[in-house]
T-cell receptor, first 113, second 117 residues
């Protein structure tokens, strides 16, 4: 089955860049997602990337995809204290057309002022 | 356009009781997914439903758990005879029919946090 791995913790200073990494195993994944979860809240979709892309940029967010190594990263530029949250990497197996998401355990990002 | 609604937000049950979790998808969405998040873990898929049909329940425990999405009304996740290990956050997500782009965004509700005493 699908397996998504993430490091559990990341701490950065306000204004620095954050890079959150993720590896996945399903080579048939067509879309990969980054979700943000703030304390006590649901998940908010931050961005996604299609598997035929290498990079996607959206304001302060940059997603890099290395399909050969099955490695996905999320870079947050000029990290702010409001970015403190848990970030989940997820993949979808479109091959099955079922649309279920497979999530990593999440990376707790702490931003120090 | 209201987002995905879940209620209750917090639910406390004693062992052996039943828990009913409700999810109202976004307007116009016909696909509903339930996920469970155990403490300090990622979300695990449980079940995928369309109106009046269970499409995939491979992530749901075979006993005590059931889900439905009737023609009218919210989707219900039902847990019978709850045990302490059922304590978790249960998230519902909804999506529209798959678009021509193939991109299926799931919109998540705020979750129901179930505590079993």
């Amino acid at each position: 089955g699908e397996d998504v791995e993430q490091s559990l913790f990341l701490s950065v200073r306000e204004g620095d860049s954050s890079v959150i990494n993720c590896t996945y195993t399903d080579s048939s994944s067509t879309y990969l997602y980054w979700y943000k979860q703030e304390p006590g809240a649901g998940l908010q979709l931050l961005t996604y990337i299609f598997s035929n892309m290498d990079m996607k940029q959206d304001q302060r967010l940059t997603v890099l995809l290395n399909k050969k190594d099955k490695h996905l990263s999320l870079r947050i530029a000029d990290t702010q204290t409001g970015d403190s949250a848990i970030y989940f990497c997820a993949e979808i197996d479109r091959g099955s057309t079922l649309g279920r998401l497979y999530f990593g355990r999440g990376t707790q990002l702490t931003v120090w002022p | 356009n209201a987002g995905v609604m879940q209620n209750p937000r917090h639910l406390v049950r004693r062992r052996g009781q039943e828990a009913r979790l409700r999810c109202s998808p976004m307007k116009g969405h016909s696909h509903v997914y339930w996920y469970r998040q155990l403490p300090e873990e990622g979300l695990k898929f449980m079940v995928y439903l369309q109106k009046e049909n269970i499409i995939d329940e491979s992530g749901m425990p075979k006993e005590r758990f059931s889900a439905e999405f009737p023609k009218e009304g919210p989707s219900i996740l039902r847990i019978q005879q709850v045990v302490r290990g059922d304590s978790a956050a249960y998230f519902c997500a909804s999506s529209p029919s798959f678009s021509d782009r193939g991109y299926n965004e799931q919109f998540f509700g705020p979750g129901t946090r179930l505590t079993v005493l």
